[in-house]
């Protein structure tokens, strides 16, 4: 079963073209690394995903993600909401709110699944909290629930940033750049807690990585680009060091 489909997909930014006909499918339980030096377009592939960057207006790009259209012809589909609801977005800067709590950074992922203002000011339930204690231990920091976000390390801010997307119960996972902020034995942690949740859970896993190795030791399959091309598709093993 297919959770993204990317047909004919087009990005301009000025003269610069940042995408280039790209064509992108992923089936459920993939993990994917989206490889290429800095500029080659992979965040702008990911932020198309899910919605956070429209095609060219004059093409024919189309999105779709976990069988939702998100956006057509340049244009968003009104379902995107939808599929960035389901979608667990994981950021190089981590994203996290640094004054409140570790717990509830992981809360929010709640109110991504349900986006109503009323739920906003809502109290988190019982049950919320556990569920958000409970994915904490997933990504092993439930013994920091309470302290805030501010006085944890990178590694370990990035792991509340997963914990937040197992909230959301996301059925797939974009991560862009998710360790490129981070040290190697940080970095380790993050791609091993990214793989363990693609194999435990079946969550697709899209993950851009400019690091061959990690790509390599961590995705069954890489996509890479250059200069906003794919020219390459296929299992990491059959990819050169150096390429
Ligand atoms: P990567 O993630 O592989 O480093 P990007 O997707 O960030 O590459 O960028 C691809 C190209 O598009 C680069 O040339 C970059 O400068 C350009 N680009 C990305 N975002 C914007 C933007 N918002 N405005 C103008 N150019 C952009
Ligand atoms: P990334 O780390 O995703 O490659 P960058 O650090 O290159 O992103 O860019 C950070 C922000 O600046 C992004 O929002 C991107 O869209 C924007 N950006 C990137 N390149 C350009 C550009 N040439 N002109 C304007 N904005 C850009």
């Known amino acids: 079963q297919q959770v993204i489909s990317v047909q ?3 990005k301009h930014f000025a003269n610069n073209h940042a995408l280039k006909n790209v064509e992108l499918s992923v089936t459920q339980g993939e993990m994917v690394a989206l490889l290429g030096p ?12 899910n919605g956070l960057v429209c095609s060219d207006k004059s093409a024919k790009g189309y999105v779709e993600v976990l069988g939702i259209p998100v956006q057509k012809n340049g244009k968003y589909c009104a379902s995107v909401r939808q599929s960035r609801s389901q979608t667990g977005y994981i950021f190089q800067q981590f994203n996290l709110v640094t004054r409140l709590s570790v717990l509830h950074n992981v809360l929010i992922g709640a109110l991504s699944r349900t986006p109503s203002w009323r739920s906003l000011s809502a109290r988190f339930s019982l049950s919320q909290k556990r569920q958000a204690l409970a994915a904490l231990k997933r990504v092993g920091l439930e013994q920091f629930a309470l302290q805030r976000v501010s006085t944890l390390s990178g590694g370990q801010q990035q792991r509340v940033a997963i914990a ?11 991560a862009d750049e998710p360790i490129a902020s981070l040290d190697p034995e940080s970095s380790r942690i993050v791609m091993e807690i990214l793989r363990d949740i693609n194999q435990q859970e079946g969550i697709a896993v899209v993950v851009t990585l400019h690091q061959v190795d990690y790509a390599k030791r961590y995705c069954p399959r890489v996509v890479a ?5 794919v020219f390459y ?4 093993e059959q990819l050169g ?3």
């Open 8 to 10: 004919q997909l087009n």
């Open 38 to 49: 800095s500029g080659s377009g992979k965040s702008t592939l990911l932020r198309h995903l």
């Open 164 to 174: 937040r997307a197992l909230m959301q119960q996301a059925k797939i996972i974009l």
């Open 225 to 229: 680009l250059k200069q906003g091309e």
């Open 233 to 236: 598709d296929g299992p990491s």
């Open 241 to 243: 060091d150096n390429s």
